[in-house]
């Protein structure tokens, strides 16, 4: 099994910004992807940022330019710097990672519980 632990989250105003960080520990033999979705109330989760094994990344449209995606694979962790925030009220970021474990086959995927992030006007 695997563990993700989320923080960063909160309340910051437009223009401003956050770190969001997410530990992932556990039975975890590789770690091939590691990303970030996020949720808005009454709206279908979307994809925000992923960065793969080798370093590649992949954003959403709307975010480039101003959010990064970054990981440290010593501590199976990875991040998401947020700038420039713009007043969209407030949203769940959840982490999610994709990895084969120790003892297991094929590949699975893992959630966070989310973390939330307001942004005010």
């Known amino acids: 099994q695997v563990q993700l632990v989320e923080s960063g989250g909160g309340l910051v105003q437009t223009g401003g910004s956050l770190r969001l960080a997410c530990a992932a520990s556990?039975?975890?033999?590789?770690?091939?992807?590691m990303g970030w979705y996020r949720q808005a109330p009454g709206k279908q989760r979307e994809l925000v940022a992923t960065?793969?094994?080798?370093?590649?990344?992949n954003y959403l449209d709307s975010v480039k330019g101003r959010f990064t995606i970054s990981r440290d694979n010593a501590q199976n962790t990875v991040y998401l710097q947020m700038n420039s925030l713009k007043p969209e009220g407030t949203d769940v970021y959840y982490c999610?990672?994709?990895?084969?474990?120790?003892?297991?086959?094929?590949?699975?995927?893992?959630w966070g519980e989310g973390t939330q992030v307001t942004v005010s006007s």
């Open positions: 556990g039975s975890i033999f590789s770690i091939i992807q």
């Open positions: 960065i793969a094994s080798g370093g590649s990344t």
């Open positions: 999610r990672t994709r990895a084969t474990i120790r003892g297991g086959i094929g590949q699975y995927l893992y």
